[in-house]
Each structure stands twice: as C-alpha cells, then as structure tokens.
C-alpha cells in the first residue's frame, strides 16, 4: 500500500501546482496581490498557507486565464492578422498610452500582454493607431508586414 506523505512546505513549482496554476499564473497573482507571499524562509509557504488559499487558484485562472501573456512583437502580430494592417510594437506601446490596452506585467524588463486583452481590442481602435503612424498609406505594406498580417513566417513570405 502507497505511503502518503504530508508536505510541511512549499517551494514555488510545489506551491503552484497544489493551487493548480502554473508559474507564470503563480508569478502574475503575487504581482497583483491576488496570493499571499512565502511566509517560511527560503522563499517557501507553509503547508498551512498553502491549504488556507488553495481555493485561489480558481480565481488566478478566472482573472488570468490559461494562456501565457505575450510581449509586444507578438502582440502586434497577432493583432496585426487579426485587424489586416501591419501593427508595430510601437502601436501597441500607444495602445497602453491611450488605456485601451493593459500591461499585465513584465519578463526580463519588458511589458507583457494577456492574449484575450488583445482580442478584446476594437478593430477600429487599432486602425486608428495604425492610420495615425502611417497617414495615407495605411493601406499599403512592405513585405514584412505583409508576413505579419499572413502571420507567415518571412522567408516563407519571401
């Protein structure tokens, strides 16, 4: 008959996976202030913490969702095949200038979007943004935004 083994602390791969979340989840809700910190030395939580709030990591997954956020460069690709228009990281920096846009937070320094955000994004909103930074020839692309707009790969493209 297997033993089973109570744990009496958490690390965080441990604590993340008894809430049900993964680390970037894990990373994002203690950012937000949605879980609580380690409360044993060396970055751990105790196995008493870790019960009193695993029910959380519902609401992590609620607020978050599943799938990981994504820097600029793919934000703007992924609206960009979404909208037809040859977004830049630049547009999406303007996005978040304007409040249309959140930053969720940030890996290795840089902002980091959370994918239902981006789709939840006007069309018509992004155009004009685009249209600001292009003027006239909103509707013209070079061949690397048409690869973005594809959402081909470039040498494909070429």
Same mark, same amino acid.
């Given at each position: 008959?297997?033993?089973?083994?109570?744990?009496?602390?958490?690390?965080?791969?441990?604590?993340?996976?008894?809430?049900?979340?993964?680390?970037?989840?894990?990373?994002?809700?203690?950012?937000?202030?949605?879980?609580?910190?380690?409360?044993?030395?060396?970055?751990?939580?105790?196995?008493?913490?870790?019960?009193?709030?695993?029910?959380?990591?519902?609401?992590?997954?609620?607020?978050?969702?599943?799938?990981? %956020? @994504?820097?600029?460069? &793919?934000?703007?690709? #992924? $609206?960009?095949? =979404? /909208?037809?228009?040859? +977004?830049?990281?630049?547009?999406?920096?303007?996005?978040?200038?304007?409040?249309?846009?959140?930053?969720?937070?940030?890996?290795?320094?840089? %902002? @980091?979007?959370?994918? &239902?955000?981006?789709? #939840? $994004?006007?069309? =018509? /909103?992004?155009?004009? +943004?685009?249209?600001?930074?292009?003027?006239?020839?909103?509707?013209?692309?070079?061949?690397?935004?048409?690869?973005?707009?594809?959402?081909? %790969?470039?040498?494909?493209?070429?």
């Amino acid at each position: 008959m297997p033993v089973q083994t109570t744990r009496g602390h958490y690390g965080a791969h441990q604590f993340a996976a008894h809430l049900g979340l993964t680390r970037w989840q894990l990373r994002v809700a203690l950012e937000h202030g949605m879980l609580p910190g380690p409360d044993l030395e060396g970055d751990r939580w105790s196995a008493e913490l870790a019960e009193e709030v695993r029910a959380y990591g519902e609401q992590v997954i609620a607020r978050f969702g599943d799938d990981p %956020p @994504v820097g600029s460069a &793919r934000a703007a690709a #992924r $609206l960009a095949a =979404r /909208v037809g228009l040859d +977004v830049e990281r630049r547009d999406i920096e303007v996005l978040v200038a304007q409040g249309e846009l959140n930053v969720i937070s940030s890996f290795r320094g840089h %902002p @980091v979007y959370l994918l &239902r955000d981006l789709d #939840r $994004l006007d069309p =018509r /909103v992004v155009r004009s +943004v685009v249209a600001a930074r292009k003027g006239p020839l909103i509707d013209t692309v070079d061949s690397g935004g048409a690869a973005t707009i594809l959402d081909w %790969p470039r040498g494909t493209f070429d």
